[in-house]
């Protein structure tokens, strides 16, 4: 019986993690009848972070009220298990919670991702991760920060808040930006929140501003720590004001479910995402997956709904790269839930 391990991250728009690795589930079985497949949801970070830790370590889901990007009130979830928490920002401060019209980095404030924070302290979580992923903010972390102010502090300022003191966390991201410059969290990542370039340029110099005011109260400076520009900078707020451990998602993630020890005599990993090209390279998903395998020799399958740079691919060390989608397929039918889970079952069963 071969041992095939599937982990596919969601396919943004289209599939969860779960919703593809099913699909692939089921092409391998057309395939392989007898093989014993493993499924892993995963995340590095973004959509699906909760979930895959939830499957990872079980846990209880707790809904919280909060504040969406524009102080809207939502119903957001986060997991708990013991006195770990796992909140996945794009839950309460995610791009998708805003309809294309309403995002606006100039005002969308990241307050919800600090009301799970303060919930999951007062039930007593003593470390908490948080996958930074996905966010509609550029606000430095600010509107975080204020909200937990206004939970705990009661002279209404950051040096009142102890009830983080005994508190751990732990950032996942897989984003090395620093919080300002050409390389920042405004000038990258603002404009497909719907920064104009008048935006991003206002946006850096507010985050300049906050990090300079940050580091002369606090006597230390986390602006140019990797994965500082996280999230629209709430890797910079979570580092300076929280002391928090950077990680990369996917690392923290595999770590967590032990996929070392799953890959113990497995014979295939078949991985994937949306779309997959030089940049799946630079630290995305995939490639943290094909580390892992390649220390223990184990081949891994790519697919992914759009491929470019296959040779650079290929010559990273994936064993087969293939596009689930046949040559000329629209991209409004290929986003089709329906039609991606029937590729991808065919393409696996087709490759097997």
């Known amino acids: 019986m071969k041992k095939i391990i599937v982990a596919i991250d969601s396919f943004k728009g289209c599939l ?28 590095d970070g973004g959509e699906g972070f909760m979930e895959a830790f939830h499957s990872a370590m079980g846990g209880e889901i707790v809904e919280v009220n909060v504040k969406d990007p524009l102080l809207r009130p939502i119903v957001a979830q986060y997991l708990v298990q013991g006195d770990v928490a796992v909140i996945e920002i794009a839950k309460a401060s995610g791009l998708t919670l805003l309809t294309p019209e309403e995002r606006n980095p100039m005002v969308a404030t990241s307050y919800g991702t600090g009301q799970l924070i303060v919930d999951a302290v ?6 908490i991760i948080v996958g930074l992923g996905g966010s509609a903010t550029s606000d430095c972390g600010i509107g975080m920060l204020r909200a937990i102010i206004d939970a705990f ?21 897989d984003v090395t930006n620093p919080l300002c410059g050409e390389n920042g969290a405004a000038h990258v990542f603002a404009p497909q ?12 110099a507010r985050a300049q501003r906050f990090a300079m005011a940050s ?18 900078g709430l890797g910079y707020a979570f580092m300076q004001y929280m002391h928090a451990e950077c990680r990369s998602g996917i690392s ?13 005599a497995a014979h295939l990993v078949i991985t994937g995402e949306g779309s997959a090209d030089r940049q799946t390279l630079m630290g995305k998903l995939p490639y943290g997956i094909l580390l892992r395998a390649q ?27 293939a596009c689930i989608n046949p040559p000329g397929t629209p991209l409004e039918i290929a986003m089709q839930p329906a039609t991606a889970k029937e590729n991808i079952k065919q393409i696996i069963q087709r490759l097997l």
């Not at 007062?122 to 470390?127: A, E, Y």
């Not at 923290?252 to 113990?264: E, M, R, Y």
């Open 215 to 232: 580091a002369n109260h606090m006597g230390h400076d986390c602006q140019n720590t990797p994965g500082a520009g996280a999230a629209g």
């Open 252 to 264: 923290l993630l595999l770590d967590t479910i032990h996929f070392d020890d799953l890959l113990q």
């Open 193 to 204: 929140k719907g920064a104009s370039h008048d935006d991003v340029l206002a946006l850096d």
């Open 16 to 43: 969860t993690s779960a919703e593809a690795n099913q699909a692939a589930c089921e092409g391998v079985l057309l395939g392989m009848p007898e093989a014993e497949v493993v499924q892993v949801p995963v995340s």
């Open 295 to 321: 220390q223990h020799h184990v081949p891994v399958m790519l697919i992914a709904g759009r491929i470019a740079d296959e040779q650079q691919l290929l010559n990273a060390g994936f064993d087969r790269v």
């Open 153 to 173: 502090a009661k002279g209404k300022n950051w040096d009142d808040v102890h009830q983080l003191d005994d508190v751990r966390f732990t950032i996942a991201t």
């Open 122 to 127: 007062r039930r007593g979580c003593k470390h």
